[in-house]
C-alpha cells in the first residue's frame, strides 16, 4: 500500500515542476499559475530570452539560480536552464470565500497572511485553518511560499478543501474586505490580549512574517491588533503555531 502512496506523492510533485524552453513557454502563455520562474544564472542565450520578457509580461516572478539547483529541481529531465514553479492547485477568488460562508450560513471567517515565505508554515497553516472552520486563506502575489507540493503535503490533505485567493495587493485586499462587512484582527506583539477581544461575526485575521511580523502599512489597515502573552525569556511564537491559537479562539467565539 505505501508503495503506491509513494508513486503517488512523487507524480504530484514532478506536477509542481515544469522543465525545459518549450514547455515552460507553453505553460505560461496557457494561463496556468505559475510561482516562479527560475533560470540559471548567467544565461540569457536564444529561446530564453522572449520566456522571460513573457513571464514579466504575465507578473510572474522571474529568479536566477545556481545550476545546481535545477539540476536538482528537474530530478534528471533536460531543463535547458529554466524552469516553471507551478502550483499544485489553482488559486480562488474571494467571491468563492464569501460564496462558501454563505452556503454554510456563517458570516465569513478569513486567515490573510501577509509575507509568510516558510512553505511547512503555509501548509501547516493551511491545515488548521480547514479544522478551525475558516472559510478562505488569502496570501499575496509576491514574497510569499506558494502552493508547491511541500504546501500541500504540510497541509495533509487540507489544501484540497480550503479555498486559497492570491492577491496583488494585502492592503488593497482589506479595504475590500472591510467595505464588504469584515473585520480586521492584525496579529502583533503590541495588541490587546486576544482572551479579552471578541470576534463575533465576519472576520479576518491578519498574521505577519515570519521574522518581521506584520508590515507597518498591513498593521495601518487592521480595525484591532490583538497579542498572545509571553510568559517566557522569549517573546514570539512561531507563525503557524500562533496563528493556530487565534483561529481557535475566533472559532470558540463563533
Not at 544564472?41 to 539560480?65: D, F, N, Q, T
Not at 508554515?121 to 511560499?145: D, F, K, M, Q, W
Not at 465576519?202 to 495601518?220: D, H, M, S, T, Y
Amino acid at each position: 500500500m505505501n508503495k503506491y502512496i509513494d508513486k503517488a506523492s512523487e507524480k504530484r510533485e514532478k506536477n509542481d515542476i515544469i522543465a525545459g524552453r518549450n514547455p515552460v513557454m507553453e505553460a505560461i502563455k496557457s494561463g496556468r499559475a505559475i510561482e516562479a520562474i527560475l533560470t540559471a544564472r548567467g544565461e540569457r542565450s536564444g529561446s530564453l530570452v522572449p520566456i522571460i520578457a513573457k513571464a514579466k509580461e504575465k507578473k510572474i516572478p522571474v529568479k536566477e539560480v545556481d545550476l545546481k539547483k535545477l539540476d536538482f529541481l528537474a530530478k534528471g529531465v533536460s531543463h535547458q536552464g529554466i524552469i516553471a514553479q507551478c502550483a499544485v492547485k489553482e488559486y480562488s477568488t474571494l467571491d468563492e470565500v464569501f460564496k462558501s460562508a454563505e452556503e454554510r450560513g456563517e458570516p465569513p471567517f478569513i486567515v490573510v497572511l501577509d509575507r509568510i515565505e516558510d512553505p511547512h508554515n503555509l501548509g501547516a497553516i493551511i491545515r488548521t485553518a480547514e479544522c478551525a472552520g475558516a472559510h478562505g486563506v488569502i496570501i499575496p502575489e509576491r514574497r510569499s511560499a506558494g502552493l508547491s507540493f511541500t504546501v500541500e503535503k504540510t497541509s495533509a490533505g487540507a489544501l484540497e478543501y480550503m479555498p486559497i485567493v492570491r492577491v496583488k495587493n494585502i492592503s488593497t485586499t482589506l479595504q475590500k474586505l472591510k467595505d464588504m462587512g469584515v473585520w480586521i484582527y492584525g496579529a502583533d506583539m503590541e495588541g490587546e490580549n486576544y482572551k479579552e477581544v471578541n470576534f463575533q461575526g465576519a472576520v479576518a485575521l491578519v498574521i505577519g512574517n515570519e521574522g518581521k511580523g506584520i508590515g507597518p502599512l498591513v498593521a495601518r489597515d487592521c480595525d484591532v491588533i490583538v497579542s498572545l502573552p509571553m510568559k517566557g525569556k522569549i517573546n514570539s511564537l512561531n507563525a503557524s503555531v500562533a496563528a493556530g491559537i487565534l483561529m481557535y479562539e475566533i472559532a470558540s467565539n463563533r
